[in-house]
């Protein structure tokens, strides 16, 4: 490509939002060219192959979604999808010095030894807590989600339940996260019904009114590593993608916009629209020249640290049955681990040897932050420490597959966020034909990422077809 030969769309960033939204783009019949700045894409969705074992870094398993699934479809890779066996979708909780199966519903959380009696009675009285939709203004008012789950079902909810897996999706803090941001749905129980317990019941009522029976959603995983899914869409790419170009600046050149790369090969290109798809506090750099209130508050969202460990011991110095996806652990169990996934549970390929298993544990998150000090080796010790005790591993160390150190995770949705989301999008929409895209905008899953990089991808394909008309 030549310097200032014009694209429809220049998508900036090659994390799966951006793989998605070029694809998506590409799909529509648009010109487009994705930039980014390492030398591979993916992002954290990377994998490790040693021969023995397979990896994963970022995402273990995909929740299957109807824009995920078409993706994957159009990406040519449905045959290498796997989905886990039933037995392998338990998740567990370390409570109380053991593993305790996650309850699937209420009659399972009332007979679970994960609340106390009073916990549980505190847990049926949330019917009766009074709204916060009855209080003058409350409404209006963020709320974080340890507020939220202490005022309507009890501190035990809190600190059993609710925060572990704040810990497993957000690596987040639940006294800073926000319950609007995060949880929205079941803010909005609250808000329709009084009470999340009859929201839930009435939406399982409308269900089956409707026809409709709730099923669990599916994980999902490639064979070979979940890292196929983003050098699937690379592939389809091909020549419109480039790897180590990273974006310098971004001007207004009339009606298109130049965008300035670090690449000797190819030093500017201009595009009829662009899509940030990176991070926050990148995307705050290249927004800094247009829109000085939506380059702070893109800066002032924060990013959790997390390291990933993928350990390989051997099947029979394990003395918890892998009966399940893996575990989450609260901080009041005091480990320092925030959970672990038994990959070659879920997907057999991850380990070659039959007598071996392939785990990988996490930690870090805004609980945290100085996990990113600590040595390989230290790390190494206190995970295998926290996995003898939670799984009641015996023997010696295990074998180390792979480490990812992920210094900025997972955007923090804390108390606040969609007021910096409001100021970023009403500042974006005054800069012509710039458009944003990423985790910090949904949220951190891949499905979600996935839905509105396409989304995104369509109005692209409305916006230029508007322009061309006129």
Known sequence: MKAFQPVDVAVVGGGISGLSCAFWAKRMGLSVLLLESEPSVGGCMRSVRNGE?????GPQSIMSSPEFMELVEAAGIKELARTPAAEANQPYLFHGGRLVPVPQNLPALLSSPLLSLGGKLRLLSEP????????????????????????RAGPQVLDALVS????????????????????????????????????????????????????????????????????????????????????????QRGEWLELSLADAALSRIVARSVVLATPAFVAADLLARFEPAASAELRAIAYSPVI??????????????????????ARSEGLRILGCVWNSAMFPDRCAREEDVLLTVFLGGALDPGVLAASDDELVRAAHADLRRAMKIHD?????????????AIPQYDVGHDRKLKTIADAVARIPHMHLCGSYLTSPSVPDCIKLAKSVAEGLGRSLETRAKT
């Open 164 to 251: 572990p897996f704040v810990s497993g999706i957000f690596a987040g803090d639940p006294d800073k996260l926000s319950m609007r941001s995060a949880f929205p749905a079941v803010v909005d129980m609250e808000r329709r019904h009084g009470s999340v317990l009859r929201g839930a019941v009435a939406s399982r009522r409308a269900a089956r009114r409707n026809g409709a029976v709730p099923k669990r959603r599916q994980s999902v995983g490639f064979g070979g590593g979940n890292d196929r899914l983003p050098a699937a869409l690379a592939e389809q790419l091909g020549r419109e993608l480039r790897t180590s170009a990273p974006v310098q600046a971004i001007w």
């Open 53 to 57: 074992c397979i990896a994963d870094g």
């Open 308 to 329: 990933q460990i993928a350990l390989a011991y051997p099947r029979n110095a394990i003395g918890a049955p892998l009966d399940g996806f893996g575990f989450l652990a």
């Open 396 to 408: 010696g160390m295990p074998r180390v597959i792979a480490g990812f150190r992920w210094a900025k």
């Open 128 to 151: 009766l807590v009074a709204s916060r939709r009855s209080d003058a203004g409350a409404a209006e008012q963020d709320e974080s989600v340890a507020a939220f789950v202490r005022r």
